[in-house]
């Protein structure tokens, strides 16, 4: 029988296998620490899910105070790429890297579908 964090780096890796311009993702607590992930070697996965759960957790302190509703995403083109942070539920963050070159819908529709399924394996 498969471990809940092993069914969620395959969810992962199934999400960047779809979309070839994801380039890798985490799963990360609202606490800042790694639950899964699929990070090229040499990421420091600790830094990556800190900082990516401060990130959350601004956005959602901007949306709530500027009255903009319930944070949906976080999202933030550099030089070099794009990152994405999606909420699953209340608990955790799907955290995307993908190339500049990426089609921001299809990241979209296929981190939403991911993020109902790892909502379940949470």
Known sequence: MRSRTELMVDRL???????PDIEASAVVSVDGLIIASSLPSGVDE????????????LGDRIAEELRRGKLNQVYIR???????LMAIG??????VMARN????????????????DLERLI
């Open 46 to 57: 600790d830094r990556i899910s800190a900082m990516s759960a401060a990130m959350l957790s």
């Open 90 to 95: 209340e608990e955790a963050v799907l955290t």
């Open 78 to 84: 550099g030089t070099e790429g794009i990152i994405v």
């Open 13 to 19: 890796r199934d999400l960047q296998a779809g979309t």
């Open 101 to 116: 070159s990426a089609k921001l819908g299809l990241i979209f529709l296929d981190m939403k579908r991911a993020t109902a």
